[in-house]
């Protein structure tokens, strides 16, 4: 055997040892480890703390509004807004825009029963290609949502140890032995410490945390506008049939549980060189349209009263401020105020 072959034979072999021994290290610490690292247990401690407003007793009495999309949706809300304008309960299942569609309406699904409205308000990159964001989410699910994983396809949960970097392993080896220093807090002392807080007042106190949380579900949005970018997130975004049709799938299996589900505008940044009012805006919109048209998604809102001047958001063309946050409240909770009412109005009339 030549040289040349024993070398590629030599580099076949070591690579094949090298994806096999990761991705077993990856299963065992996916089993054992507690390597949850500080800037990603604030999503988790966001969870623990929507299951437990979700289980309250007003969400059970009656028909509710359940909210689902990443960081805008977040920020994007106060509850009390939607509550008091729709006249119904109202959660805010959102978290970050970096995790898949599917994970994101997992943690709302166990929550929706007959006659709820499930508002899917996405980002729009959610309907483009999203590929290059996975290793985020896998690094989440496996250091906090064991759960999910196990849930996964073999083939998905091998692709999402494969996505990880070498920081997750050393930092799962060292949390084997030294669990505390990796560890959050447990879900009991959590809620024991939300629940015994006051209601935050000052948001940049604790930024990116669930000391932000208010009593009635709504993230306390900062006040401040320190965003001075001039990026629009609408024209960026390459429309993707596959990566729509999982939303459909999304859709079909909220209204196999007797609800309905609609699409909703995310916050929109007005910059220059961009509005709805552009010619080539409303074209790309009228096709994006019509594909959710062809795939039985209902989008009854306009993206145009969705749109908001840069001093309304606070850290990116994503988060709204305070401000921001109670007038996108108002426009959406009326809409949805409105589209209740029409279809209360249908259903009346077809009986």
């Keep these: 055997m030549s040289a040349n072959k024993k070398f590629l034979w030599a580099f076949a072999l070591s690579a094949i040892v090298f994806i096999a021994g990761k991705i077993a290290l990856g299963f065992l610490l996916a089993q054992f480890a507690s390597n949850i690292r500080k800037d990603n247990a604030w999503i988790r401690e966001l969870y623990v703390i929507k299951n437990s407003i979700a289980k309250e007793d007003k969400f059970s009495d009656k028909p509710k509004i359940i909210f689902v999309g990443g960081s805008s949706v977040l920020f994007g809300l106060d509850m009390p807004i939607i509550e008091e304008i729709t006249g119904r309960p109202a959660l805010n299942f959102s978290s970050n ?64 140890i494969f996505k990880l970097d070498r920081f997750f392993f050393i930092r799962g080896i060292g949390s084997i032995f030294n669990p505390d ?54 024209m960026q975004v390459s429309f993707d049939l596959d990566q729509i049709k999982r939303i459909e799938a999304i859709a079909r299996k909220v209204e196999s549980k007797g609800a309905r589900f609609i699409i909703a505008p995310p916050p929109n940044l007005i910059c220059k060189g961009f509005s709805f009012d552009n010619p080539d805006a409303r074209e790309k919109y009228a096709k994006i349209k019509d594909i959710w048209k062809t795939c039985n998604l209902e989008a009854p809102f306009e993206p145009k009263k969705y749109s908001y001047p840069r001093d309304m958001f606070s850290d990116s063309s994503y988060h709204l ?11 959406l909770a009326r809409d949805v105020d409105m589209f209740l009412k029409s279809k209360q109005t249908k259903d009346s009339g077809k009986k």
């Design 97 to 160: 825009g970096a995790f898949d569609a599917e994970f994101l309406f997992s943690k709302a699904i166990p929550y929706i029963k007959p006659g709820d409205l499930v508002v899917g308000a996405l980002e729009w990159q959610y309907y483009g290609n999203r590929d290059g964001w996975f290793a985020y989410q896998a690094k989440n699910i496996l250091e906090w949502d064991r759960e999910y994983f196990r849930s996964l396809s073999f083939p998905e949960r091998f692709m999402m």
């Design 181 to 234: 220093k990796y560890n959050p807090f447990p879900d009991d002392k959590l809620l024991e410490i939300w629940k015994t807080s006051s209601d935050p007042e000052n948001p940049e106190q604790f930024p990116y945390s669930f000391r932000n949380i208010k009593k009635d579900g709504t993230y306390l949005a900062p006040t401040k506008n320190t965003y001075a970018g001039n990026e629009q997130n609408f």
């Design 321 to 331: 401020n305070r401000t921001g946050q109670k007038l996108h409240s108002k426009i």
